[in-house]
């Protein structure tokens, strides 16, 4: 499975864009990024993924680089209550059987007031 | 609004006990997964299950077994409780074909 590599922490002030990258140098071309996020004492939430293209909802947008080696997550207007794990994963495209998830440690971001 | 219920948030056990957590999802989802969650050691994986009476092992299946009887029950079970099993257990579910898993609110096991 490719690795991916963020860091440890993150702050950002309330109500700007809190930026989260994600380093996923060895993925593989038929492999998508994917994003969730676990607020304390709750299980993860799943935020969005990607491909090879920048993806928006109504959460966040994803922004993947050309090369496919990092990706950025955007939360445009960070409130208190983005304050959470945040973990970028690497999925194989669809195989039967083989939807299983490999979550790392994540970044652990705080909203500043 | 898909709901996925872990029957005990908090359990405390005594070493050797055989311990059940008992996960539910109703959403007739085909895949089901077992985490369990450490402090600096993230989520790992402990077992997952693809269908009725399928499972696969995880990156960590040593020390658990799981039950799959219906579609929508997924049992971790734990033969001979430890110590060292003392953890936050974490179960989510999946339609084939999408990454995107539920997760239940997790089950604190104390084991004593």
């Known amino acids: 499975d490719a690795k991916t590599t963020q860091p440890t922490s993150m702050d950002c002030a309330e109500g700007r864009a809190a930026n989260l990258p994600c380093n996923h140098s060895?993925?593989?071309?038929?492999?998508?990024v994917y994003w969730y996020r676990q607020i304390h004492s709750q299980g993860p939430q799943y935020i969005i993924h990607g491909l090879k293209n920048n993806e928006t909802n109504e959460m966040a947008s994803l922004i993947i680089t050309e090369d496919r080696k990092s990706s950025t997550l955007i939360l445009p207007h960070a409130t208190l209550r983005d304050t959470a794990v945040y973990y970028c994963i690497v999925r194989p495209a669809t195989n039967f059987g083989n939807e299983k998830l490999t979550f790392g440690t994540g970044t652990r971001l705080t909203i500043i007031p | 609004d898909v709901k996925v219920t872990q029957s005990s948030r908090y359990l405390v056990k005594r070493t050797g006990e055989k311990v059940f957590l008992e996960c539910v999802q109703d959403m007739d989802h085909e895949n089901m997964f077992w985490y369990r969650q450490d402090p600096g050691l993230g989520l790992r994986l402990i077992y997952f299950s693809y269908d009725v009476k399928m499972k696969e092992k995880g990156d960590i299946p040593e020390g658990y077994s799981v039950s799959r009887e219906k579609k929508e029950r997924f049992s971790l079970i734990l033969e001979s409780a430890s110590t060292n099993q003392t953890s936050m257990y974490l179960c989510?579910?999946?339609?084939?074909?999408?990454?995107?898993?539920?997760f239940g609110e997790g089950s604190r096991l104390t084991v004593l």
């Open positions: 989510a579910s999946t339609y084939s074909g999408t990454g995107e898993l539920f």
């Open positions: 060895t993925i593989s071309g038929n492999e998508y």
